[in-house]
């Protein structure tokens, strides 16, 4: 059995998201687009899938490798453009000889999640949270290592450490060695992506905090894609990036928090109305 999956272009709509990444890498609750498809596939009985990629394609198959992980055999194509279904299937096929095309859905354009058809990701960053909110209980697959559901709707990822001060507000997804410092409050709607730092007193609601991002003392996120220093409002479409890194910041490349200022206290900062304030980029 054969599967043929298009990896969409970037549109402009989420310009700012897909420099962090190509739109089949991007992290989803721990884990890629892609990853979710290939596994998805598998367990249809799928034992051979193309992916044909037009950006990026040397992180997509640095990503999925050969497909042994799922049992399949991947080949990752590099196209220049973004080809249609019809087009794809043209050039390379599509379901083996005396399958059903529709059995097989063999031509997949990845612009959703498996199963969710009617939540499309990238039309706008407001879709893109939809999407991901909508997956929260579906990403709770039996390889998920260490993942609990410690109430109904709070989901906690393997080596996270959350103060028994914080507050988790369902519905609410909190990723592999997140920290979340105490007084802190997460949710409801909040997803916090590996690796995430949280101090104390920070607030996230509404909101999806990417990987390996800080969130400092006292602030507040709302109604936001943040990634470290780059924050998106997801409902008006604005970005800024955070000057302040006692605020918000990376932590990749090993990059340690900020340390604690030594004179005077931490302020607070609600970075929804920054985004009001500040200049947009």
């Given amino acids: 059995m054969k599967a043929l999956l298009l990896c969409p272009a970037a549109p402009p709509a989420l310009k700012i998201l897909a420099e962090q990444a190509p739109l089949a890498s991007l ?12 596994a998805h596939l598998a367990s249809l009985g799928a034992k051979q ?14 990503q999925v490798a050969d497909g042994t992980r799922w049992g399949l055999r991947v080949e990752v194509i590099s196209e220049a453009w973004e080809l249609t279904s019809d087009e794809a299937r043209s050039k390379y096929g599509g379901a083996s000889e005396g399958q059903s095309t529709r059995e097989l859905n063999d031509v997949i354009l990845m612009d959703h999640l498996p199963g969710l058809p009617q939540h499309a990701l990238f039309k706008s960053y407001a879709s893109w949270f939809a999407a991901l909110q909508a997956w929260m209980p579906s990403a709770v697959t039996p390889d998920r290592i260490g993942l609990r559901e410690i109430r109904p709707g709070v989901w906690v990822g393997l080596h996270a450490r959350v103060s028994p001060r914080a507050e988790l507000r369902a519905p609410c997804w909190l990723g592999e060695s997140v920290y979340v410092g105490p007084k802190a409050v997460i949710g409801p709607r909040a997803i916090l992506e590996e690796r995430v730092f949280v101090e104390k007193a920070a607030e996230i609601a509404y909101s999806i905090i990417g990987p390996e991002t800080f969130v400092g003392e006292g602030t507040d996120v709302e109604h936001s894609l943040a990634w470290g220093s780059t924050l998106i409002n997801w409902k008006t479409g604005s970005c800024l990036k955070v ?39």
Wanted: aromatic share 8%; with cysteine; net charge positive.
């Fill in 243 to 281: 000057p302040d890194a006692f605020l918000l910041c990376s932590l990749a490349a090993g990059v340690e928090a900020p340390a604690q200022p030594s004179k005077g206290p931490r302020r607070g900062f609600s970075i929804l109305e920054a985004a009001f304030n500040e200049q947009r980029i």
């Fill in 27 to 38: 992290p989803i609750l721990g884990k890629s687009l892609i990853e979710y498809w290939l």
């Fill in 49 to 62: 899938v193309r992916v044909v990629v037009t950006d990026r394609p040397a992180q997509v198959c640095a």
